[in-house]
């Protein structure tokens, strides 16, 4: 019920950690960050679909000047 339905755009390694970009059905990005280990458990790829349950959300909002 909470669960968000995503593809998976792109996979950057950054160190310890795996950040993965992803849209969800509207086409807004969400950005993902794993540690390497839970990234390897999940084998994740480009293309597919996956299903997120937010829990450390930010969100940033662009600042606009008229």
Same mark, same amino acid.
């Given at each position: ?9 792109? +996979?950057? &390694?950054? *160190?310890?950690?795996? $950040? +993965? *970009?992803? =849209?969800?059905?509207? *086409?807004? &990005? ?5 540690? %390497?280990?839970? #990234? =390897?458990?999940? %084998?994740?790829?480009? *293309?597919?679909? !996956?299903? !997120? /349950? &937010? $829990?450390? /959300?930010?969100?940033? /909002?662009?600042? #606009?000047?008229?």
């Amino acid at each position: 019920g909470s669960s968000i339905r995503a593809s998976v755009q792109r +996979i950057v &390694p950054s *160190g310890s950690a795996v $950040r +993965i *970009g992803l =849209a969800n059905d509207s *086409g807004e &990005p969400l950005n993902v960050e794993l540690h %390497r280990a839970r #990234f =390897a458990e999940l %084998r994740l790829a480009v *293309g597919e679909t !996956v299903y !997120v /349950v &937010p $829990r450390n /959300v930010r969100v940033f /909002v662009q600042d #606009f000047q008229i």
